[in-house]
């Protein structure tokens, strides 16, 4: 019988498998060739794609792990078996991706089949952070208003548990079932944008608690790249705190000015005479752009939540997973009750998979940085303790390896970071980040 390696690609928000179709391409010509062992078999996830990304991650994830159980059916009635399994997860689908092996590890499906390797690639692992900003402030709000199920877990507003905790920050508790199929991968690899990323900011898609990429032009950090992968951080220095003064007063006033600007969307790079004849509809076409966008929003959001009260009034919706872990709060609950009353008080002893010390995220990259002294002055988003618990769960996972992207020249990587609209020349600076997760893809 015929051993296949099943390797599923999960999309975004607002996402359909075309989206992927670079990275389906590269992963094929890498490692598509049949060995005589194993076949690597692709499964670009289809069910979960357009509006029903607004209908939560955990309702996603139910959707794409009922697609891998048919695929795996399927490919057992070819008379060929699936004995390892990998996952990688773009943006939202890397969430997706987090929920997914929960269910594939309750219903014992890694007792049979081998994981391997759980990548996910600009993605908010932590959620979206807020920022001292009053744009991120609107952003936040938006974002949980009408982007229904999937806004309201973004931005951590949801109470999915029965104990009323986030989602996400659920994910990144080892007591639960999904830190617990996580960690059974021999390879663990988040890809994420160190700069220019307007969706998935740097802390969240590389699962930091501050930016050294802040002010990158003039904070004085030296970055290294990969010579066979052009845009990849090798290694970076942090820049020294006690510096920044002294280089800042060294740039010329006119650079600081230009670099304090937003840079201008790829649609308004007009070249002249067009940019100039431009400017005078910019208060029209930016408040009608935005108008758009929050009417579409608005309706897709209410459609989502319709179809949410069809799925939950569902009998068989009650089963799902949620309501394990409902199950597994109340043990932990009383499991800390006992502790409470026993009378030779709590143990001292501490989780002897993980430890009780903290390994500083720096060990758990797999990317070489080299300390600075001095207090951070980097960029703090506004995080919450929930946030900085998974941040910690996370980088404490020995085999997660961080692999950074840098794009100075564009207005958002975060497209560009998988090649997603490959029709366009500057998607393609990020197929040498694609080649990487290929090359480095245990087949």
Same mark, same amino acid.
């Given at each position: 019988?015929?051993?296949? =390696?099943?390797?599923?690609?999960?999309?975004?928000?607002?996402?359909?498998?075309?989206?992927?179709? $670079?990275?389906?391409?590269?992963?094929?010509? +890498?490692?598509? =060739?049949?060995?005589?062992?194993?076949?690597?078999?692709?499964?670009?996830?289809?069910?979960?794609?357009?509006?029903?990304?607004?209908?939560?991650?955990?309702?996603?994830?139910?959707?794409?792990?009922?697609? *891998?159980?048919?695929? +795996?059916?399927?490919?057992?009635?070819?008379?060929?078996?699936?004995?390892? /399994?990998?996952?990688?997860?773009?943006?939202?689908?890397?969430?997706?991706?987090?929920?997914?092996?929960?269910?594939?590890?309750?219903?014992?499906?890694?007792?049979? +089949?081998?994981? !391997?390797?759980?990548?996910?690639?600009?993605?908010?692992?932590?959620?979206?952070?807020?920022?001292?900003?009053?744009?991120?402030?609107?952003? #936040?709000?938006?974002?949980?208003? @009408?982007? #229904?199920?999937?806004?309201?877990?973004?931005?951590?507003?949801? %109470?999915?548990?029965?104990?009323? $905790?986030?989602?996400?920050?659920?994910?990144?508790?080892?007591?639960?079932?999904?830190?617990?199929?996580? !960690?059974? /991968?021999?390879?663990?690899? *988040?890809?994420?944008?160190?700069?220019?990323?307007? &969706?998935?900011?740097?802390?969240?898609?590389?699962?930091? &608690?501050?930016?050294?990429?802040?002010?990158?032009?003039?904070?004085?950090?030296?970055?290294?790249?990969?010579?066979?992968?052009?845009? !990849?951080?090798?290694?970076?220095?942090?820049?020294?705190?006690?510096?920044?003064?002294?280089?800042?007063?060294?740039?010329?006033?006119?650079?600081?000015?230009?670099?304090?600007?937003?840079?201008?969307?790829?649609? @308004?790079?007009?070249?002249?005479?067009?940019?100039?004849?431009?400017?005078?509809?910019?208060?029209?076409?930016?408040?009608?752009?935005?108008? !758009?966008?929050?009417?579409?929003?608005?309706?897709?959001?209410?459609?989502? $939540?319709?179809?949410?009260?069809?799925?939950?009034?569902?009998?068989?919706?009650?089963?799902?997973?949620?309501?394990?872990?409902? %199950?597994?709060?109340?043990?932990?609950?009383?499991?800390?009750?006992?502790?409470?009353?026993?009378?030779?008080?709590? #143990?001292?002893?501490?989780?002897?998979?993980?430890?009780?010390?903290?390994?500083?995220?720096?060990?758990?990259?797999?990317?070489?940085?080299?300390?600075?002294?001095?207090?951070?002055? /980097?960029?703090?988003?506004?995080?919450?303790?929930?946030?900085?618990?998974?941040?910690?769960?996370?980088?404490?996972?020995?085999? @997660?390896?961080?692999?950074?992207?840098?794009?100075?020249? +564009?207005?958002? #990587?975060?497209?560009?970071?998988?090649?997603?609209?490959?029709?366009?020349? =500057?998607?393609? %600076?990020?197929?040498?980040?694609?080649?990487?997760?290929?090359?480095?893809?245990?087949?």
């Amino acid at each position: 019988m015929r051993s296949i =390696h099943l390797l599923v690609l999960i999309h975004g928000m607002w996402g359909n498998p075309d989206h992927l179709a $670079r990275m389906h391409e590269i992963i094929q010509e +890498v490692k598509g =060739h049949s060995s005589e062992e194993t076949e690597l078999a692709v499964l670009i996830a289809q069910t979960n794609r357009d509006e029903a990304t607004y209908d939560g991650i955990d309702w996603g994830g139910e959707r794409v792990a009922d697609e *891998i159980i048919d695929e +795996v059916t399927k490919h057992e009635s070819q008379g060929r078996r699936v004995t390892r /399994f990998s996952l990688m997860g773009y943006s939202l689908g890397g969430l997706v991706g987090r929920y997914v092996i929960g269910i594939l590890h309750q219903n014992k499906f890694f007792e049979k +089949v081998t994981p !391997v390797n759980f990548n996910t690639i600009a993605t908010p692992h932590i959620g979206i952070p807020t920022l001292p900003t009053p744009l991120s402030a609107v952003a #936040s709000y938006v974002g949980r208003k @009408l982007l #229904s199920r999937t806004g309201e877990q973004f931005y951590c507003a949801d %109470k999915w548990s029965p104990k009323g $905790r986030p989602l996400i920050e659920v994910l990144g508790d080892p007591e639960y079932i999904f830190y617990q199929a996580l !960690v059974l /991968f021999r390879n663990i690899g *988040i890809y994420a944008n160190a700069i220019n990323d307007l &969706s998935v900011p740097y802390v969240t898609g590389a699962i930091e &608690s501050t930016d050294p990429f802040y002010g990158y032009q003039r904070n004085g950090i030296k970055i290294e790249f990969e010579e066979n992968y052009k845009y !990849v951080i090798k290694s970076y220095i942090p820049p020294d705190p006690t510096t920044l003064p002294t280089l800042e007063a060294q740039r010329p006033f006119l650079n600081r000015i230009s670099e304090s600007l937003p840079p201008v969307p790829p649609p @308004l790079r007009f070249a002249f005479p067009l940019n100039v004849m431009a400017v005078p509809f910019l208060p029209i076409l930016l408040p009608a752009f935005a108008t !758009v966008v929050l009417v579409r929003f608005s309706i897709c959001s209410k459609k989502s $939540r319709a179809r949410l009260q069809t799925l939950e009034a569902d009998a068989s919706a009650r089963e799902r997973l949620i309501h394990v872990v409902a %199950k597994l709060e109340r043990e932990l609950e009383a499991a800390a009750l006992k502790i409470c009353e026993d009378p030779r008080g709590p #143990s001292a002893s501490t989780n002897p998979t993980f430890g009780g010390s903290e390994v500083p995220a720096e060990l758990a990259s797999g990317m070489e940085v080299k300390p600075k002294m001095g207090s951070s002055s /980097f960029s703090r988003p506004v995080l919450t303790a929930g946030q900085l618990r998974s941040i910690d769960n996370l980088n404490k996972i020995p085999q @997660l390896k961080k692999t950074l992207a840098f794009f100075a020249d +564009v207005f958002n #990587s975060h497209a560009i970071i998988i090649c997603r609209m490959p029709k366009y020349q =500057h998607n393609w %600076k990020g197929e040498c980040v694609m080649r990487h997760w290929a090359d480095h893809f245990e087949l």
